[in-house]
């Protein structure tokens, strides 16, 4: 296919993709993958001349397929969508940025943490720039970017217009950082103190996130909260913590059957992530006793436990191309 026909059919699909009056097929926005330099300036012009409310539904489908597949690239797309005077449209590119590993990337997210002036847009680049901070934590960024990222996450916090919400996302992500600066366990330890139920979540968030175990007595207390929210995030700090959480893995259990079933499912899902005998036992248990989601999470954790156990042996064996789907928007803005 020559380089003309690819630009001819980058136009032709934006113009059938953006047009407001018909559904979004999926499928079809696999046309935007791996998009060249050439592509990416047609795309650019094309994309302000559709309609704005139909831009946003675009965006946030295609941060939703970019997420579901990782052999689609809209690395190009989403750079710039980052630009777009909707923030919904910006927070979508934002997400969409989550396996992006390029230092332009982390630059940008940077730029958009510290500058956006919505935000929404700001919390979610603190989400996002979790990744790095994960990279960073693990030891696979080199020092003067991990130094960099932690500088830049530290000077939005600390800044006095810096919004709670935004604040309380960058501890979370902070947390991944634990092992390499200890004022990350000192704000964890201030932000749980605190009598105020979203600074509590991030605490336990970033607890989660740290690696120590030394988090486990909090987190035990925080799974017999009277907030599910709290709950909620005790038993995915369990979980995000493995089998450091062995010894508690009879409480989260007991989570299993909490009336929240969002912290139900999570608990299920934090035993799976936990794995050794006991959680096996309370995973078959709930495959066999239960029903509904609580049954579907079970056998998905028990699934997942066993992969860790014998990854080879669990691989599928079959992957049957889905049909296509259809993507209408959300309701609400986020």
């Known amino acids: 296919m020559t380089e003309e026909q690819n630009e ?6 934006l113009a059938e993709i953006g047009d407001h009056n018909r559904p979004i097929v999926l499928s079809e926005l696999k046309v935007f993958n ?13 994309w302000l001349r559709i309609e704005p409310s139909h831009r946003r539904n675009l965006a946030q489908a295609m941060q939703e397929v970019g997420e579901a597949s990782l052999e689609l690239d809209f690395r190009a797309v989403f ?36 500058t956006d002036p919505d935000d929404g847009v700001r919390a979610n680049a603190a989400i996002t720039l979790g990744a790095w901070a994960l990279r960073a934590g693990e030891g696979n960024l080199d020092q003067r970017t991990s130094n960099e990222l932690l500088q830049t996450l530290w000077a939005v916090f600390d800044d006095r217009q810096t919004s709670t919400l935004v604040r309380q996302r960058l501890l979370e992500t902070l947390g991944y950082l634990a092992d390499s600066d200890p004022r990350v366990n000192q704000e964890i330890g201030a932000a749980h103190q605190r009598l105020d139920d979203g ?89 066999n006793d239960s029903e509904g989601v609580r049954r579907e999470a079970a056998a998905e954790a028990l699934k997942e436990l066993q992969f860790f156990d014998d990854p080879i042996q669990s691989l599928p064996l079959d992957d049957d191309e889905d049909e296509d789907e259809y993507w209408y928007g959300d309701d609400e803005d986020e």
């Open 8 to 13: 001819r059919d980058i136009e032709e699909a």
């Open 34 to 46: 791996d998009l060249d330099q050439d592509e990416t300036e047609i795309f650019e012009i094309e």
């Open 199 to 287: 600074w509590q979540a991030a605490a336990l968030c970033a607890m989660g996130r740290t690696g120590l175990d030394q988090w486990l007595p909090t987190i035990t207390a925080s799974l017999r909260s009277h907030e599910p929210l709290l709950r909620f995030e005790a038993v995915r700090a369990a979980g995000e913590l493995g089998d450091l959480a062995e010894s508690i893995v009879n409480h989260v259990a007991r989570a299993t059957a909490d009336g929240d079933v969002e912290v139900a499912t999570t608990a299920i899902w934090a035993l799976g992530q936990i794995g050794g005998a006991a959680a096996r036992r309370f995973l078959e248990q709930l495959v």
């Open 79 to 114: 750079s710039i969508l980052l630009t777009d005077q909707d923030p919904a449209i910006r927070i979508a590119a934002v997400k969409g940025m989550a396996e992006d590993t390029r230092r332009s990337s982390l630059r940008r997210l940077s730029e958009l943490l510290t």
